[in-house]
């Protein structure tokens, strides 16, 4: 005889409703980071013809500061707002896609500094501008996944302020 289990595939949530003051630090840092993209940017699309300066590996200083606390502002928020070891799959699969990512970044970031620096092997002046677009590349797409992941995991529980403001950053970045 076949018996029904019924399994409780809630998320185990710490808030029923998800408010500006839940993430504003992950978007106020998320804002820094875009802002150092931009910057990173800039240098970038002046290589191979112009050299980097001081200010690119000052830019890029900043950034791996940035991302360093990016990564601890943006676990505790989501983990605190959704719960670190959710029993829901999808959540345990988007949060572990996020904090790779964060590696991954704080790693391009850190490889990176290395070669504006001139530690080691200094590589071309093309190879640096493609270090510095896989870094903001990757950091543009890290951010909008992470306000993809807060869409689908808070749903309904989002307040309209904030479901709009993720909303309406993920329209701007479609359109860069």
Do not use: K
């Amino acid at each position: 005889m076949l018996h029904r289990v019924h399994v409780d595939t809630t998320p185990r949530r710490r808030w029923l409703v998800i408010t500006e003051c839940d993430v504003a630090a992950m978007v106020a840092n998320q804002a820094e980071l875009r802002h150092c993209c931009d910057r990173l940017e800039a240098y970038a699309d002046r290589l191979p013809d112009a050299g980097c300066d001081a200010g690119a590996a000052q830019v890029c200083r900043e950034m791996t500061r940035i991302l360093e606390c990016h990564e601890v502002t943006c676990t505790a928020a989501l983990d605190t707002i959704f719960g670190p070891e959710s029993q829901v799959p999808l959540a345990r699969v988007l949060m572990a896609r996020i904090r790779y990512q964060h590696v991954a970044n704080r790693l391009h970031a850190h490889d990176l500094l290395a070669a504006l620096q001139g530690t080691g092997n200094v590589p071309s002046r093309d190879a640096v501008g493609y270090m510095m677009r896989c870094l903001f590349e990757g950091c543009r797409s890290a951010i909008n996944f992470e306000e993809l992941t807060l869409l689908v995991l808070g749903g309904d529980r989002l307040t309209t302020p904030v479901r709009g403001q993720v909303r309406g950053h993920l329209q701007r970045s479609l359109q860069d």
